[in-house]
């Protein structure tokens, strides 16, 4: 594929007046005509031809106003169909019709069949795998679908919009035909039809309109839809509560498949959802289910306003609706659960995953300029940044004018397909503030880096602080200008109370919230009675790197003093990532790590600390992964040093921690049926980190086979399966343990998902045997994403002693089964590959192996646009 460029954005020569759609559905031979009505935009040249986008399609049929075009009128190829001779200025009728065979759809992109059902995924450009159309966010149209089908196994029809009626054709055959009325964009177009089970409610809205609320999923498994219900009426009360926004149709539609390259897809009116963040109940789900289910669904509601009423120019701007979005799932679940907890949850994950892409080659801007395939941009920057570029004009501009720049949004451009610029400017109308140096966030890729040096001076009573801010070079960005950075800060003082200064000078501060604006700034606080401790970034109110060389006694302070909680968490973070970073060095020499007892002190404290939340607790005692001190160390790494550094750092607070943990164990038991609310969650997951930390200490299985046998819900359960496989893989009490679970679960893909991952991420030697054994039981299901996700992806991206091999095996091994990939599902495979990004951080031995794989598959014959992209992007 050629590279698309932002600068070459041209609207259409035609603007696209109405939809009407007709499917004959057949597992193999589907019929579909579409009959699409068009008139030439004004000042487009009279010559001008209509040119459609397609995919694979054989066409069967073209008319133009029900009339034959001639051959030398119209040119049909596999990606593009250009029809001549039109009309200059009047309305016109193309009818066009397509032959596709859903069964052989591996892509899983366009209309394919997942267990006898038909479905369909649209976005980013499957439209034009069912038929050729102007496949392109900012072409809005109002679209009717009829569906006819067999009706004995697809007695269930469905499309976007309100159900306008439907009947049997005597034939055997039934149809149905829906119409939505809200001009939308191809992306958004669903269709489903099979035979399904339903879990049905209702919800009234704000104005007092009933709305139809349905959850389809495979015949047994209503039961395990109740949460998502329950996750979208909270939604959709809470999108009116907190930003106004009422659903507009008068059916909200949920269908959960399990063949699904995704999370979910959010379709008009009727989203379609990867299985697994549909069911869920105690036996079967974990508490991290509950709560992705809880946020996807939500995120996908949300959706209807935030890309479907409001949609992108084109896919340059998708940050425009995902991080926005996931801003507005994060709030959400933020207002459902622990703001703190949910804060460090977020927060971790953008370093573990967005950092990375950030500071390697596949680095991109929020908003990028250019791309070669547009799936490849569904990145954790584009979203997970995205959301906190979103949450930074919300710093800056506070809640009042956030709200008022939104209500704009929705009122300017509601209807409409618009830019980043758009969104931006809305912020700047609402609150009269210049946002165009805050607007390089969507612009310089890079995780800018902020250098901190304070002063306090006793006689002057003032404090001094030197910041200075570095945007690293990225991919076609080796210069950056000075972003516009809103830290939020404490000063702490001794006693624990918070220093306010009487002025301010050398640089704007507002609330607790330093404007940097420069490269390098100095800015000074007077009136402060007694050196305060600094406590940055409260909230991670900004996506940076911070270096700020602060004593153990200063963070501990802070983890002690501080009124934000995320602040405490990140301090005590802080305090043992240097630990883990020094045992890694002793560990590459082969010497013993020496750990600080103080600092497992204040670990332990704040662990027992019983004015804390349970879940807050449990944050603190997971400490940085092997991932975020690879990061730490930032080149030549050894992902085995790192690893043996890190379970010497555990066992020393495991040992000094053994009363703590043992009386956690005990008092964090949650009695009672099972509730998947957040608090008892907190508990379980306290009561399982202590309780893992313990097998540490003792290091004997005894414990973990007693919560695997008591456990009575899936997060107890595998927890302590994982406790077993992970510090005990060769003992016969885990086999036995990985038995008699995949026995109690072989019908539940899921949980079958869960025991693949498990041992995916043992670490170690052994991992790489043991994965292609995996592969070859006969319970994995390579055409099946959750499985390829939950065996290779887990192995590739979240074992990193396994996966990187210092003899390069676990590269070659992955190499090898991308390509075997690709042909049958690229997207699948393109994902899995950007495990291999953070490739040149390794030591070189490591390096060499990982180009060398990443060779291989860019040497290949045939590769698809998804992985031939990534592949070249990382080799560059
Ligand atoms: N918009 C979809 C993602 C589509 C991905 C296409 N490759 C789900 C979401 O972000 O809500
Ligand atoms: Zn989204």
Redesign the pocket.
Known sequence: GEIIHLENYQPTDFILERVDLTFELDPTETKVEARLIFHRRENVDVNAPLVLDGDELKMTGLLLDQETIEPAHYDAAESSLTIRNLPASAPFEITITTEINPEANTTLMGLYRTKNIYCTQC??EGFRRITYFPDRPDVLAVYTVNIIAEKATAPLLLSNGNFLGGAGMGDGRHFAAWFDPHPKPSYLFALVAGDLGVVEDTFTTMSGRDIALKIYVEHGKEPRAAYAMDALKRSMKWDEDVFGREYDLDIFMIVAVSDF??????NKGLNVFNDKYVLADSETATDADYANIEAIIA??YF?NWTGNRITCRDWFQLCLK?GL?VYRDHEFSADMRSRAVKRIAEVRHLKSEQFPEDAGPLAHPVRPTKYREI?NF?TTTV?EKGSEVTRMIATLLGADLFKKGMDLYFVRHDGQAVTIEDFVRCFEDASGRNLTQFALWYHQAGTPLVSVSVEYDTAKQSLTMALEQMVPATPGQPDKEPMHIPLRFGLLLPNGSEATATSVAGGEVTGDVLHLVERKQTVVFEGISSRPVVSFNRGFSTPINLHFEQSATDRAHIARHESDLFARWQALNDLATPNLVAATESARKGEPASVDPSQVETLLAAAADETLEPAFRAQVLALPSEADIAREIGSNNDPDAIHSGRQQVMTAIAKAGRDVFARLVENMAVSGSFSPDAASAGRRALRNSALSYLVYAENQAERAIKAFRDANNMTDLSQALTILAHRFPHDVSTTEALDEFKIRFEDNALVIDKWFGIQATIPGDGALQRVKALMDDPLFNASNPNRVRSLLGTYAFANPTGFNRPDGEGYRFLAKNILAMDPKNP?LAARILTSMRSWRSLESQRADHARNALRDIAGASKLSADVSDIVERMLK
């Open positions: 976005e980013a390259n995704m999370g979910a897809m959010e995120h996908e959706h995902e979005t799936n569904y979203y997207q």
